[in-house]
Nanobody
Framework: VQLVESGGGLVQAGGSLSLSCVASGRTFNDHTMGWFRQAPGKERDFVAALTWNGGRTEYADSVKGRFTISRDNAKNTVYLQMNSLKPEDTAVYYC??????????????????WGQGTQVTVSS
């Protein structure tokens, strides 16, 4: 599976951004999809993930109520809608995929495929 993220950019605190991740290659709709982020000098942290059919989602506590993950299997795309952004949300955001698709795990090392990342910068 090849993953390509888009939608990052610069936004003021309180604003919104929507990230997209398009998958190609192997079957997309049997994978769990996740979003992670990595700020400079920090580890790659779990943000959100959802199962193959979107039936179950999980979020990091820091983004609950502000971020929404979704997917469109017909378009091989997973989304991350980010609202009420804060300066501490600034990071490179990565899309990731793991198989099988009925399990959600917040650990980066369990994901098999990664995108190249997209920068999100939130100014105060």
């Amino acid at each position: 599976v090849q993953l390509v993220e888009s939608g990052g950019g610069l936004v003021q605190a309180g604003g919104s951004l929507s990230l997209s991740c398009v998958a190609s290659g192997r079957t997309f709709n049997d994978h769990t999809m996740g979003w992670f982020r990595q700020a400079p000098g920090k580890e790659r942290d779990f943000v959100a993930a959802l199962t193959w059919n979107g039936g179950r989602t999980e979020y990091a506590d820091s983004v609950k109520g502000r971020f929404t993950i979704s997917r469109d299997n017909a378009k091989n795309t997973v989304y991350l809608q980010m609202n009420s952004l804060k300066p501490e949300d600034t990071a490179v955001y990565y899309c990731a995929a793991k198989f099988p698709g009925h399990i959600i795990v917040p650990r980066a090392y369990e994901y098999n495929y990664w995108g190249q990342g997209t920068q999100v910068t939130v100014s105060s």
